[in-house]
């Protein structure tokens, strides 16, 4: 039972992590319409900038992360204006741009880092013991920062009016245009914002996985399923998709190994899909 429920809380963590990835990756799906292949970029980013920060640096580790955060978001915010805005309105030319800014970046990360993971540890080491329950400390800190970046995100979109205007631009941009709400300020800003949180999982999360040129690999693949399941454009169905695929991720992993339970991640995936193919609470698209 012990055993359980540390993996129970693991799967939480990893959840809160995938949500921060999936809340970029919606935002800018919903907001620009863009599907965002650089987005393991910025996460791979964000984990340099903070080992550059404290390895190269000296400086502390809270101080790394506001670093990675502010230095993806600016860079995020760079790409959209300068590149991205210029065929925002031509799908099959983002995917280009994206996927091509994405490997620009991993081999500038490759050219200025090498190949080889750097030893970037997590400031905080140990196990939080209650019973037969262990938790790693480290763990405990990311599951906290990311619920309280979720909550943030949250709060901005649902609760100010920035917030309110990014939604009546995902709703319809032709209306919130003829309404006054400037695309060329609320784009910039939604793309920062996404890449921001992508920085801040890296930053967060590859003193405890891996650090490596190449890591957004998968946290490409694991943003994109998660947005699918919950529902492309949807901020709460990514949020609870996000949540799913930690916790079945960790059970399977633990309880059927690493190959099977990436497998039953997927068929459980696509059995969702079957069912409902918006995802699960994403918009019906209705056909003439």
């Given at each position: 039972m012990e055993g359980f429920i540390a993996t129970g809380l693991i799967g939480i963590s990893l959840g809160s992590q995938y949500t921060l990835l999936a809340l970029g990756f919606t935002l800018i799906f919903g907001i620009l319409g863009v599907v965002n292949f650089a987005h393991g970029g910025f996460y791979v980013m964000g984990g340099y900038v903070a080992y550059y920060c404290t390895a190269m640096l000296g400086l502390s580790y809270p101080v790394a992360l506001l670093i990675a955060v502010g230095s993806t978001a600016a860079l995020g915010w760079l790409f959209e204006t300068l590149i991205l805005e210029r065929v925002i309105e031509d799908h099959q030319a983002t995917l280009m741009v994206t996927m091509g800014f994405y490997l620009v970046m991993a081999t500038a990360i490759l050219m200025i880092?090498?190949?080889?993971?750097?030893?970037?540890?997590?400031?905080?080491?140990?196990?939080?013991?209650?019973?037969?329950?262990?938790?790693?400390?480290?763990?405990?800190?990311?599951?906290?920062?990311?619920?309280?970046?979720?909550?943030?995100?949250?709060?901005?979109?649902?609760?100010?009016?920035?917030?309110?205007?990014?939604?009546?631009?995902?709703?319809?941009?032709?209306?919130?245009?003829?309404?006054?709400?400037?695309?060329?300020?609320?784009?910039?800003?939604?793309?920062?914002?996404?890449?921001?949180?992508?920085?801040?999982?890296?930053?967060?999360?590859?003193?405890?996985?891996?650090?490596?040129?190449?890591?957004g690999d998968p946290v490409l693949a694991f943003s994109f399923l998660t947005v699918i399941l919950g529902g492309l454009g949807s901020v709460t169905g990514a949020t609870v998709a996000a949540f799913i695929v930690g916790l079945v991720e960790a059970y399977a992993a633990v309880y059927l190994g690493g190959s099977k339970g990436a497998l039953t991640l997927f068929v459980l995936v696509l059995i969702i899909l079957v069912i409902r193919p918006q995802g699960l609470l994403g918009k019906e698209v209705r056909r003439a």
């Open positions: 880092f090498g190949a080889e993971s750097p030893e970037f540890s997590f400031p905080i080491a140990g196990v939080w013991r209650a019973g037969g329950v262990y938790f790693p400390y480290a763990n405990m800190v990311v599951l906290g920062v990311c619920l309280a970046a979720i909550v943030l995100v949250y709060w901005l979109v649902y609760r100010t009016n920035l917030g309110r205007a990014m939604r009546a631009m995902a709703e319809d941009r032709a209306v919130a245009s003829a309404l006054g709400m400037r695309t060329k300020v609320l784009f910039p800003f939604a793309f920062a914002l996404a890449t921001g949180l992508a920085g801040l999982t890296g930053a967060l999360v590859t003193p405890i996985l891996a650090l490596a040129p190449h890591v």
